[in-house]
């Protein structure tokens, strides 16, 4: 089968006679494996061998996009002259054009790309992965009697080649593996119910660890069982690494540079003020060794690097690609992402994450009277509303008593709007756990004083 | 797109080494989507997809593969490589393929490659003009407008076969506004399964209108309260809370893995006596509407819930078989690329016998709730919660003054029995629902309800 390389070559040849002033070709494929377990038995088995194509391109300084799943000649063809009609209809701007070497913040990144593609993930087999995930199922329910099922079991890996060329010169790729592990469980006491659920996220399956994940997902399960609700009160939060990752990425979302220029961000025109009420440093950066959104470069081809968001709580810059940049007279950070091919470079995090203390989180919840340790929030996407900052959403977790945990607490919601969330986020423990979430996001466990928690 | 014998082929070469059950999903689908952001047409994007996904299912097990192709070597090739990872003494032939030619054909009669680009973007630019003349409050719009044309051929080793198409188009409008310090928004859609004649209904302005009058209306908001309180629930998109607190937990997958707090309730009494709902994918050019699912089996009205009783789940083939029950045409996926899980279609509560205006004036404090941004269930629990994006408070049977948003927070078999009245303005409003990671289009719809109590997230405690 032809390389996906071969495939944006050959369309370099079709795209370059067009009437164009400037284009680009954004190529990937992609392998991918999809395995549920249930009941020590394949639920699904699923593989793919997926690739395509978007075309950009810029035609008196308007952009047109189109893309393609089909490479055969006559789909290629037709692809590009939808992109140049499309490009017909949108708004004429000095800004836009292709990025340029002048306008990277991050010029010389010695970042090693040969990290993204782990080369034993070819050794790990089908039967392999089967074994893995039945693996974990058997040590979930050996661990608590109380787990009486399992609502998903996911194994999925990908290996991706992504590729860009544009009319600049530019041609570069890079291969990337992940494999992923995800389970779900359900624990039962009498006619209580709880559920709990653990990942693991690595380079290459051979660097799972199955039993982490088991302890985690039964312990977030189990502890749960039993839980009431608390009546209606004010009092401090201690978020969970997991939950306190979902938070920073609310913050995440109102950094972006296109959000700001349009009025969608409560920190639009806030650079240099003092956001968060303590010193926390919060960093994206796209190159980071262990990082599994790092990329040599980002989705319009700019070179990616660590850019320091937040210093000691004060907002040092947005988050760029190249077209926002120029707006705000900047340089472009390397944050233009792409969801596939098939959307033209927006702007979006890499590895994004609040630095960790040295203080043990342990030290933190012990100098909290009253107060919830919350381990599970539901309800992101409809009680979070970014532009306004109002938040509310649904809670469980287990209620802290004079630094000690007590009986644990379901069915609340805890709100505020963000930027309380920032004054009032007090310290964050030594922690850092990462999750994908939009990106690769880090955080410790965090304590936020004086919120609203609504039950009874 | 591809030749029946050959179809037959790859039915067969995916039973070769045994097996139940083998489909081929082909599907071609151009897409287009259009953006208006900051006064301007940000984007224009179109799509081409063609692809073909192969299933195979032996007991319990679901072998599936997929092609960004419909070219016959790599098919063959993934059939191939499917077969090899079964081996069964289940020997099963391929039947004879006849088409099924019935269900609702919706007629379109505005095709989306039809309708210039020059054409959307004006309608796009009307909206914004409409949107922003509302209020001099008003700092930004944004909105989208999408369609999607779609063909599938469906064929199984049961001998079905379904040449099937649809057309879908798609507006969403969201309007910023802010005064001092406030900001709020406000967001309407309008979607539905037909042409570009959509517009006829409504016009794009209308959409407009409504997304911003929510924006400026929530700019006085005050903090919304905290604490266990009755609300009432407004028609159409307050149709989210059945879809969260009963819906996914009826869908049958849920059932088998004993992950439903629904499980081993058919005809027992799950809700109040006032509640019928149903799940109905035959509504005439409804947003979840269509003539077959995604497996091939025929749209169809499924009563979920008469009269309080449970009387049915949610049903794709697997499940279907798996639970010796009757498939209900709610095996739907995202595409190709996707396997089928039973979903809902266009899911709501019938009208009840309750005067809106006096459900309203039953209520001394208490929450009227109108617009949501969605929600999100745990199934096995029965935990859900939903946000209200536009909101009120009740004093004295009255709407007064509106509410910061909140997110409402409850269990789903103790809401359904908690639901107090229910009125006659049934109405609907289409969204996507995200499960397995795939999104579908999906409406939801009821008439006004009372609930006597639910937790009200506020901050205000």
């Given at each position: 089968?032809?390389?996906?390389?071969?495939?944006?070559?050959?369309?370099?040849?079709?795209?370059?006679?067009?009437?164009v002033?400037?284009?680009?070709?954004?190529?990937?494929s992609?392998?991918?494996?999809?395995?549920?377990?249930?009941?020590?038995?394949?639920?699904?088995?699923?593989?793919?061998?997926?690739k395509?194509?978007?075309?950009?391109?810029?035609?008196?300084?308007?952009?047109?996009?189109?893309?393609?799943?089909?490479?055969?000649?006559s789909?290629?063809?037709?692809?590009?002259?939808?992109?140049?009609?499309?490009?017909?209809?949108?708004?004429?701007?000095?800004?836009?054009?292709?990025?340029?070497?002048?306008?990277?913040?991050?010029?010389?990144?010695?970042?090693d790309?040969?990290?993204?593609?782990?080369?034993?993930f070819?050794?790990?087999?089908?039967e392999?992965?089967?074994?893995?995930?039945?693996?974990?199922?058997?040590?979930?329910?050996?661990?608590?009697?109380?787990?009486?099922?399992?609502?998903?079991?996911?194994?999925?890996?990908?290996?991706?080649?992504?590729?860009?060329?544009?009319s600049?010169?530019?041609?570069?790729?890079?291969?990337?593996?992940?494999?992923?592990?995800?389970?779900?469980?359900?624990?039962?006491?009498?006619?209580?119910?709880?559920?709990?659920?653990?990942?693991?996220?690595?380079?290459?399956?051979?660097?799972?660890n199955?039993?982490?994940?088991?302890?985690?997902?039964?312990?977030?399960?189990?502890?749960?069982?039993?839980?009431?609700?608390?009546?209606?009160?004010?009092?401090?939060l201690?978020?969970?690494?997991?939950?306190?990752?979902?938070?920073?990425?609310?913050?995440a979302?109102?950094?972006?540079?296109?959000?700001?220029?349009?009025?969608k961000?409560?920190?639009?025109?806030?650079?240099?003020?003092?956001?968060?009420?303590?010193?926390?440093?919060?960093?994206?950066?796209?190159?980071?060794?262990?990082?599994?959104?790092?990329?040599?470069?980002?989705?319009?081809?700019?070179?990616?690097?660590?850019?320091s968001?937040?210093?000691?709580?004060?907002?040092?810059?947005?988050?760029?690609?190249?077209?926002?940049?120029?707006?705000?007279?900047?340089l472009?950070?390397?944050?233009?992402?792409?969801?596939?091919?098939?959307?033209?470079?927006?702007?979006?995090?890499?590895?994004?994450?609040?630095?960790?203390?040295?203080?043990?989180?342990?030290?933190?919840?012990?100098?909290?009277?009253?107060?919830?340790?919350?381990?599970?929030?539901?309800?992101?996407?409809s009680?979070?509303?970014?532009?306004?900052?109002?938040?509310?959403?649904?809670?469980?977790?287990?209620w802290i008593?004079?630094?000690?945990?007590?009986?644990?607490?379901?069915?609340?919601?805890?709100?505020?709007?963000?930027?309380?969330?920032?004054?009032?986020?007090?310290?964050?423990?030594?922690?850092?756990?990462?999750?994908?979430?939009?990106?690769?996001?880090?955080?410790?466990?965090?304590?936020?004083?004086?919120?609203?928690?609504?039950?009874? | 797109?591809?030749?029946?014998?050959?179809i037959?082929?790859?039915?067969?070469?995916?039973?070769?080494?045994?097996?139940?059950?083998?489909?081929?999903?082909?599907?071609?689908?151009?897409?287009?989507?259009?953006?208006?952001?900051?006064?301007?047409?940000?984007n224009?994007?179109?799509?081409?997809?063609?692809?073909?996904?192969?299933?195979?299912?032996?007991?319990?097990?679901t072998?599936?593969?997929?092609?960004?192709?419909?070219?016959?070597?790599?098919?063959?090739?993934?059939?191939?490589?499917?077969?090899?990872?079964?081996?069964?003494?289940?020997?099963?032939?391929?039947?004879?393929?006849?088409?099924?030619?019935?269900?609702?054909?919706?007629?379109?009669?505005?095709?989306?490659?039809?309708?210039?680009?020059?054409?959307?973007?004006?309608?796009?630019?009307?909206?914004n003009?409409?949107?922003?003349?509302?209020?001099?409050?008003?700092?930004?719009?944004?909105?989208?407008?999408?369609?999607?044309?779609?063909?599938?051929i469906?064929?199984?080793?049961?001998?079905?076969?379904i040449?099937?198409?649809?057309?879908?188009?798609?507006?969403?409008?969201?309007?910023?506004?802010?005064?001092?310090?406030?900001?709020?928004?406000?967001?309407?859609?309008?979607?539905?399964t037909?042409?570009?004649?959509?517009?006829?209904?409504?016009?794009?302005?209308?959409?407009?209108?409504?997304?911003?009058?929510?924006?400026?209306?929530?700019?006085?908001?005050?903090?919304?309260?905290?604490?266990?309180?009755?609300?009432?629930?407004?028609?159409?998109?307050?149709?989210?809370i059945?879809?969260?607190?009963?819906?996914?937990?009826?869908?049958?997958?849920?059932?088998?893995?004993?992950?439903s707090?629904?499980?081993?309730?058919?005809n027992?009494?799950?809700?109040?006596?006032?509640?019928?709902?149903?799940?109905?994918?035959?509504?005439?050019?409804?947003?979840?509407s269509?003539?077959?699912?995604?497996?091939?089996?025929?749209?169809?009205?499924?009563?979920?819930?008469?009269?309080?009783?449970l009387?049915?789940?949610?049903?794709?083939?697997?499940?279907?078989?798996?639970?010796?029950?009757?498939?209900?045409?709610n095996?739907?996926?995202?595409?190709?690329?996707?396997?089928?899980?039973?979903?809902?279609?266009?899911?709501?509560?019938?009208?009840?016998?309750?005067?809106?205006?006096?459900?309203i004036?039953?209520?001394?404090?208490?929450?009227?709730?109108?617009?949501?941004?969605?929600?999100?269930?745990?199934?096995?629990?029965?935990?859900f919660?939903?946000?209200i994006?536009?909101?009120?408070?009740?004093?004295?049977?009255?709407?007064?003054?509106?509410?910061?948003?909140?997110?409402?927070?409850?269990?789903?078999?103790?809401?359904?029995?908690?639901?107090?009245?229910?009125?006659?303005?049934?109405?609907?409003?289409?969204?996507?629902?995200?499960?397995?990671?795939?999104?579908?289009?999906?409406?939801?719809?009821?008439?006004?309800?009372?609930?006597?109590?639910?937790?009200?997230?506020?901050?205000?405690?």
């Amino acid at each position: 089968m032809e390389k996906i390389i071969d495939f944006c070559k050959h369309a370099f040849l079709k795209i370059k006679n067009k009437n164009v002033n400037e284009f680009e070709i954004y190529g990937s494929s992609a392998a991918h494996n999809e395995i549920e377990i249930y009941e020590e038995d394949i639920e699904n088995l699923s593989f793919a061998d997926t690739k395509g194509l978007g075309f950009r391109v810029f035609k008196d300084k308007r952009m047109g996009y189109a893309y393609t799943s089909n490479l055969s000649d006559s789909a290629i063809d037709s692809c590009i002259e939808k992109a140049i009609e499309n490009s017909k209809v949108t708004n004429q701007e000095e800004f836009n054009y292709l990025p340029v070497k002048k306008e990277f913040m991050h010029k010389d990144t010695d970042f090693d790309r040969n990290v993204l593609y782990a080369p034993e993930f070819i050794d790990f087999t089908i039967e392999d992965k089967i074994k893995v995930s039945k693996e974990l199922e058997l040590s979930v329910k050996k661990r608590d009697k109380r787990i009486k099922g399992i609502s998903n079991l996911i194994y999925e890996d990908t290996v991706s080649e992504t590729v860009i060329l544009n009319s600049l010169d530019l041609e570069d790729s890079y291969k990337a593996s992940a494999a992923f592990l995800y389970i779900s469980v359900i624990s039962r006491e009498g006619e209580d119910v709880s559920t709990g659920d653990y990942f693991g996220y690595e380079r290459t399956p051979q660097k799972l660890n199955s039993d982490d994940i088991a302890e985690n997902a039964v312990k977030r399960s189990t502890s749960l069982l039993g839980a009431k609700k608390v009546k209606s009160q004010v009092a401090d939060l201690m978020l969970s690494p997991m939950v306190a990752i979902q938070f920073l990425g609310i913050i995440a979302s109102v950094i972006m540079a296109d959000s700001v220029q349009k009025g969608k961000s409560l920190l639009a025109g806030r650079i240099g003020e003092k956001i968060f009420s303590q010193n926390f440093n919060i960093v994206d950066d796209g190159t980071l060794p262990d990082g599994l959104a790092s990329r040599p470069f980002d989705g319009e081809g700019v070179p990616k690097g660590r850019t320091s968001v937040f210093e000691k709580g004060v907002l040092k810059t947005y988050l760029h690609n190249s077209y926002s940049a120029r707006k705000d007279k900047r340089l472009s950070t390397g944050n233009a992402s792409r969801a596939s091919y098939k959307s033209p470079p927006d702007i979006g995090i890499s590895n994004f994450y609040l630095e960790p203390s040295d203080v043990n989180e342990g030290k933190i919840l012990q100098k909290i009277s009253n107060g919830f340790y919350v381990i599970d929030v539901i309800g992101l996407h409809s009680g979070v509303n970014p532009i306004s900052g109002q938040i509310s959403i649904g809670a469980k977790g287990i209620w802290i008593e004079n630094g000690n945990l007590t009986y644990p607490v379901k069915e609340v919601t805890i709100a505020t709007d963000l930027l309380r969330f920032c004054k009032n986020l007090a310290e964050v423990g030594s922690d850092l756990k990462f999750m994908p979430a939009g990106g690769y996001i880090g955080s410790p466990s965090m304590h936020i004083r004086d919120i609203a928690i609504s039950g009874s | 797109m591809l030749e029946q014998k050959l179809i037959k082929k790859i039915l067969n070469i995916l039973l070769s080494s045994g097996g139940d059950f083998s489909e081929v999903f082909i599907q071609k689908r151009n897409l287009n989507n259009m953006r208006l952001d900051d006064g301007k047409i940000e984007n224009s994007t179109s799509g081409f997809e063609l692809g073909c996904g192969l299933r195979l299912i032996n007991k319990d097990s679901t072998f599936y593969a997929y092609v960004d192709s419909i070219d016959t070597e790599s098919l063959l090739n993934a059939a191939k490589i499917l077969s090899s990872a079964v081996d069964s003494s289940s020997k099963n032939k391929v039947l004879d393929l006849s088409e099924n030619k019935g269900g609702y054909k919706a007629n379109v009669e505005q095709f989306p490659s039809d309708i210039a680009q020059e054409n959307k973007k004006s309608l796009l630019d009307s909206t914004n003009e409409k949107a922003r003349d509302f209020s001099k409050y008003i700092i930004q719009v944004s909105a989208n407008l999408s369609d999607a044309d779609d063909t599938v051929i469906i064929a199984n080793s049961n001998g079905l076969l379904i040449n099937d198409s649809s057309v879908k188009v798609f507006l969403a409008v969201n309007v910023i506004a802010k005064k001092g310090n406030e900001i709020r928004t406000g967001y309407k859609s309008l979607a539905r399964t037909m042409g570009y004649e959509i517009f006829k209904s409504k016009n794009p302005e209308a959409v407009a209108l409504e997304a911003a009058g929510i924006a400026i209306k929530m700019l006085d908001a005050v903090n919304a309260p905290a604490g266990s309180l009755p609300v009432v629930i407004g028609p159409a998109f307050g149709g989210v809370i059945f879809h969260e607190a009963c819906g996914h937990g009826l869908e049958a997958d849920a059932i088998i893995k004993d992950a439903s707090v629904f499980k081993d309730k058919i005809n027992k009494k799950i809700a109040s006596n006032i509640l019928t709902a149903v799940d109905d994918s035959t509504l005439r050019h409804h947003w979840g509407s269509y003539a077959f699912d995604d497996e091939g089996c025929p749209s169809q009205k499924n009563i979920l819930i008469e009269n309080g009783i449970l009387k049915n789940y949610i049903f794709d083939y697997k499940s279907a078989c798996k639970l010796k029950a009757r498939q209900t045409g709610n095996g739907r996926r995202q595409s190709f690329r996707d396997l089928p899980v039973p979903r809902m279609s266009n899911t709501f509560i019938e009208c009840g016998s309750d005067e809106n205006e006096a459900i309203i004036k039953s209520v001394k404090t208490g929450i009227y709730a109108k617009e949501f941004a969605g929600g999100q269930v745990d199934t096995a629990t029965g935990d859900f919660v939903f946000g209200i994006s536009e909101g009120y408070l009740i004093k004295n049977g009255v709407i007064s003054e509106p509410i910061k948003g909140a997110t409402l927070i409850g269990n789903g078999p103790d809401i359904l029995n908690r639901i107090e009245a229910i009125g006659k303005d049934l109405d609907f409003a289409p969204g996507f629902c995200g499960k397995a990671g795939q999104s579908i289009t999906n409406e939801v719809g009821q008439p006004t309800i009372l609930i006597d109590k639910i937790t009200v997230g506020g901050t205000e405690v």
